[in-house]
């Protein structure tokens, strides 16, 4: 079980549970996690998941795809060296905490 905080663009958090092999994006979406539209349902294809990774925790999850990568280039909100789409991100069971920032727009 992985804890995933979540972090609003103004600044207030929510937290939930997640089992591993579970995406941040059903994460968020089964939690009620305003900001993550997910449109697409999570079949890589939208982009209205994004999110930003805590840079604490950039170095420990694996790297986007190059699918990932394409898709982030039609974000909505300004692309970072940190920006993931949060349908791709599954959290391996070495992972139990995970701090993600959702952008101000996703469409």
Known sequence: MARITFVQPDGSENVANIDSGT????????NGISGIDAE???CLD???CHVYIDESHSGVLA???PEELELL????AIRKPTSRLS???KLPPSITALTVH??????
């Open 87 to 89: 349908c791709q991100l």
């Open 102 to 107: 959702i952008p101000g727009a996703q469409s």
């Open 63 to 65: 790297p986007p795809q």
């Open 23 to 30: 995406s941040v994006m059903l994460a968020a979406v089964r």
């Open 73 to 76: 280039s039609s974000v909505a």
């Open 46 to 48: 939208c982009a209205t």
């Open 40 to 42: 697409c349902g999570g």
